[in-house]
């Protein structure tokens, strides 16, 4: 397992750290605005961020040359690999000189531009220049949570019950758990238990991380991965800093299992584009120590643990600024991902993992032959339904207006909420994109230049388990 597991970004990332108990900077601050999807932040900032403004806020005091060249020297400085660093400083100063960024006077698109230039240099989906209307603070980061912020958080994560979303036990004695972030160990670590407890008695384990994009602290990874793996078979991964090392990664608490453990059982992890992070760390860790079956897609790449670093008054840059190392593999799954062992569609990976176990169940020894009959029908069963070309429907999603917006796009359980996988292209003034949805009811949001927005042309919204709000369409066969 990785006991060395870092901070988070605000689309939901962990690293590797040393089993860190601290709570971590800012966190309480990041937990009382609202977590939007695909957080799965480690709630913890380097530098505390500022409050995001809305897509179309009113410009603030700031120069396009300020704003890029303060970006610049912070990845210069900061960014992990300081090779890549140096080529985004030097590109960004590049496109500043050659009026790139002449005429940008929305704060959101400027950032949404920058972010998109880096991208291009070098794909790193933890990378992201934010803005903010109100000017950034400039004192340094605060470790420790007023004792506000912790109430806050604590609200939170009882209102998302810790980011757990289901636990079942389905047909064939196969438990079920899904849960969307990997949330604060001190909150979370009842529903672990209580989880695990009600899990016991099954003989195969799916886990369910397609809609999980992080850590909001390394506790909860830690404590799941013990029941999972033996004592002697946990591994650390190491972390290289590029700047100072943050100090709560020095503080030690270990979250034991509480009753029986899951060993010498097939466990089945789903992945998809929107795992992302810390999931992607527990996932990874798990099929490095050959404990666990990976079904569905490639998962998102982001592996370097980082922070927000304030680049001026109105911009901060989420930068990763550690290069992690896996002891048994030697590298990461930064950039490419977690790869599947078994690789189908995010919408058919339950189905396939559950054929997987029934597979891993019929090869052993059962003295009940109602129960051996029973699963090898319902193996039987899903191997049709898999066999059988998955229905979609060409869908439409527009949004209009957003004229000096520079990346838009649309996302959704369908393509597993990854922002920059559906772009959406504008056409006179409006954004379109044309997808292959399954029907069904679709929850989905609309992504303008790192902000997330519900979609202002349809009334009809749903607050999902982690309490963001959604919009839903309803998508059927004609």
């Given at each position: 397992?990785?006991?060395e597991?870092?901070?988070?970004?605000?689309?939901?990332?962990?690293?590797?750290?040393?089993?860190?108990?601290?709570?971590?900077?800012?966190?309480?601050?990041?937990?009382?605005?609202?977590?939007?999807?695909?957080?799965?932040?480690?709630?913890?900032?380097?530098?505390?961020?500022?409050?995001?403004?809305?897509?179309?806020?009113?410009?603030?005091?700031?120069?396009?040359?300020?704003?890029?060249?303060?970006?610049?020297?912070?990845?210069?400085?900061?960014?992990a690999?300081?090779?890549?660093?140096?080529?985004?400083?030097?590109?960004?100063?590049?496109?500043?000189?050659?009026?790139?960024?002449?005429?940008?006077?929305?704060?959101?698109?400027?950032?949404?531009?920058?972010?998109q230039?880096?991208?291009?240099?070098?794909?790193?989906?933890?990378?992201?220049?934010?803005?903010?209307?109100?000017?950034?603070?400039?004192?340094?980061?605060?470790w420790?949570?007023?004792?506000e912020?912790?109430?806050?958080?604590?609200?939170?994560?009882?209102?998302?019950?810790?980011?757990?979303?289901?636990?079942?036990?389905?047909?064939?004695?196969?438990?079920?758990?899904?849960?969307?972030?990997f949330?604060?160990?001190?909150?979370?670590?009842?529903?672990?238990?209580?989880?695990?407890?009600?899990?016991?008695?099954?003989?195969a384990?799916?886990?369910?991380?397609?809609?999980?994009?992080?850590?909001?602290?390394?506790?909860?990874?830690?404590?799941?991965?013990?029941?999972?793996?033996?004592?002697?078979?946990?591994?650390?991964?190491?972390?290289?800093?590029?700047?100072?090392?943050?100090?709560?990664?020095?503080?030690?608490?270990?979250?034991?299992?509480?009753?029986?453990?899951?060993?010498?059982?097939?466990?089945?992890?789903?992945?998809?584009?929107g795992?992302?992070?810390?999931?992607?760390?527990?996932?990874?860790?798990?099929?490095?120590?050959?404990?666990?079956?990976?079904?569905?897609?490639?998962?998102?790449?982001?592996?370097?643990?980082?922070?927000?670093?304030?680049?001026?008054?109105?911009?901060?840059?989420?930068?990763?600024?550690?290069?992690?190392?896996?002891?048994?593999?030697?590298?990461?799954?930064?950039?490419?991902?977690?790869?599947?062992?078994?690789?189908?569609?995010?919408?058919?990976?339950?189905?396939?993992?559950?054929?997987?176990?029934?597979d891993?169940?019929?090869?052993?020894?059962?003295?009940?032959?109602?129960?051996?009959?029973?699963?090898?029908?319902?193996?039987?069963?899903?191997?049709r339904?898999?066999?059988?070309?998955?229905?979609?429907?060409?869908?439409?999603?527009?949004?209009?207006?957003?004229?000096?917006?520079?990346?838009?796009?649309?996302?959704?359980?369908?393509?597993?909420?990854?922002?920059?996988?559906?772009?959406?292209?504008?056409?006179?003034?409006?954004?379109?994109?044309?997808?292959?949805?399954?029907?069904?009811?679709?929850?989905?949001?609309?992504?303008?230049d790192g902000?997330?927005?519900?979609?202002?042309?349809?009334?009809?919204?749903?607050?999902?388990?982690?309490?963001?709000?959604?919009?839903?369409?309803?998508?059927?066969?004609?």
């Open positions: 397992m990785i006991t597991q870092i901070m988070e970004n605000s689309t939901g990332s962990a690293l590797p750290i040393r089993r860190a108990d601290g709570l971590g900077s800012g966190l309480g601050r990041f937990l009382s605005r609202q977590i939007p999807r695909l957080v799965a932040s480690l709630l913890s900032t380097w530098l505390v961020e500022g409050p995001s403004s809305a897509v179309n806020a009113a410009t603030a005091a700031w120069s396009e040359a300020d704003a890029v060249q303060g970006v610049a020297r912070v990845l210069e400085e900061r960014y690999d300081e090779a890549v660093g140096k080529r985004y400083a030097s590109t960004l100063q590049q496109h500043l000189q050659a009026g790139r960024y002449a005429g940008l006077i929305n704060g959101n698109a400027l950032a949404g531009r920058l972010t230039d880096l991208q291009a240099v070098h794909p790193d989906r933890h990378l992201r220049v934010e803005f903010s209307a109100d000017v950034l603070p400039v004192d340094g980061p605060s420790t949570p007023s004792a912020e912790l109430a806050a958080m604590r609200r939170h994560e009882r209102r998302v019950n810790s980011g757990f979303e289901k636990v079942e036990v389905f047909r064939g004695n196969i438990g079920y758990l899904s849960f969307r972030y949330g604060d160990p001190e909150a979370g670590a009842p529903k672990v238990h209580a989880a695990m407890q009600y899990l016991a008695d099954t003989e384990l799916i886990i369910d991380l397609r809609e999980n994009g992080g850590a909001h602290h390394p506790g909860l990874m830690d404590m799941m991965t013990r029941y999972l793996v033996r004592d002697e078979d946990i591994v650390e991964a190491s972390v290289q800093w590029r700047g100072p090392r943050p100090p709560f990664l020095d503080e030690k608490r270990t979250y034991l299992p509480v009753g029986p453990r899951y060993l010498d059982k097939p466990v089945f992890i789903l992945t998809s584009p795992t992302f992070s810390g999931a992607e760390a527990f996932a990874y860790n798990l099929q490095a120590l050959k404990r666990a079956t990976i079904v569905g897609e490639r998962s998102g790449g982001g592996a370097n643990p980082g922070g927000t670093v304030r680049a001026g008054d109105h911009f901060s840059v989420w930068v990763p600024m550690g290069l992690v190392t896996h002891p048994i593999t030697k590298t990461n799954w930064e950039g490419v991902g977690v790869t599947p062992d078994i690789e189908v569609k995010v919408s058919r990976a339950l189905d396939r993992a559950m054929m997987a176990a029934f891993a169940l019929l090869q052993k020894p059962e003295e009940d032959p109602g129960w051996l009959e029973g699963r090898r029908r319902e193996r039987d069963r899903l191997a339904e898999l066999s059988r070309p998955e229905p979609v429907v060409s869908t439409t999603f527009q949004l209009a207006g957003f004229p000096t917006a520079a990346e838009v796009s649309v996302v959704g359980a369908f393509n597993g909420w990854a922002p920059r996988r559906s772009p959406m292209v504008r056409e006179a003034d409006v954004w379109k994109a044309t997808l292959d949805v399954p029907p069904g009811r679709q929850l989905y949001k609309l992504w303008v902000q997330w927005l519900v979609d202002p042309a349809n009334p009809e919204f749903e607050i999902d388990s982690s309490g963001n709000t959604n919009s839903v369409r309803v998508v059927t066969q004609r």
